[in-house]
């Protein structure tokens, strides 16, 4: 399996949240500055081989030049059935496409996602149609967010000071507010 910086920093990037039988599909648009919710895909409950199919002519549909899949672990790291199961979908998509194909931990997305749909106060019918998606988008900002940080014009490391995820603009921060 590939790592998230086999991803290309430019193109669309796409990124799947698998349930049982709803799919989330959430893009990027071509700079890799915004993750959108895009759509939700139905598969039969237990049949990879669709869901695999599925996940190739999406990927097609949108061009895509990056693939993330969500790999959920369990709250203590470790991985259960749900996470063998992505990890077996991504190295299926893997073999039949050739675009970067890489997991990110997406524990508490789906909880993320239904608090800003709370939030936006979308009712709870509303909510269950697009909760998929929305999880797909929390998970692909984080991996845009850490392509930003690679990014720069001159291939040095970059840096973004309001970003306190950025550990080496928090370290600079940090040492400037020490008392010598």
């Known amino acids: 399996m590939q790592q998230p910086e086999d991803l290309?920093?430019?193109?669309?990037?796409?990124?799947?949240?698998?349930?049982?039988?709803?799919?989330?599909?959430?893009?990027s648009?071509?700079?890799?500055?915004?993750?959108?919710?895009?759509?939700?895909?139905?598969?039969?409950?237990?049949?990879?081989?669709?869901?695999v199919g599925?996940?190739?002519r999406a990927i097609g549909r949108h061009d895509a030049a990056g693939v993330v899949i969500g790999l959920p672990r369990r709250p203590d790291g470790r991985d259960g059935a749900a996470a063998q199961r992505a990890r077996t979908v991504a190295a299926a998509v893997a073999d039949r496409t050739d675009v970067a194909v890489v997991l990110w931990d997406e524990r508490y997305t789906t909880v993320e996602a239904e608090r800003s749909l709370i939030e936006a106060d979308l009712s709870r019918t509303r909510r269950r149609q697009v909760i998929d998606?929305?999880?797909?988008?929390?998970?692909?900002?984080?991996?845009?967010?850490?392509?930003?940080?690679?990014?720069?014009?001159?291939?040095?490391?970059?840096?973004?000071?309001?970003?306190?995820?950025?550990?080496?603009?928090a370290t600079d921060a940090t040492e400037q507010e020490q008392p010598t």
């Open 29 to 51: 648009d071509p700079g890799q500055v915004i993750a959108s919710p895009f759509e939700t895909l139905t598969v039969p409950r237990g049949d990879d081989n669709a869901l």
């Open 54 to 56: 599925a996940l190739e």
């Open 8 to 27: 290309p920093l430019s193109g669309r990037i796409v990124a799947f949240d698998l349930g049982e039988v709803r799919v989330g599909v959430a893009l």
């Open 133 to 169: 998606q929305v999880a797909a988008s929390v998970i692909l900002q984080s991996v845009l967010d850490a392509q930003r940080r690679r990014r720069t014009a001159d291939g040095s490391p970059a840096t973004d000071n309001g970003d306190v995820n950025n550990s080496a603009a």
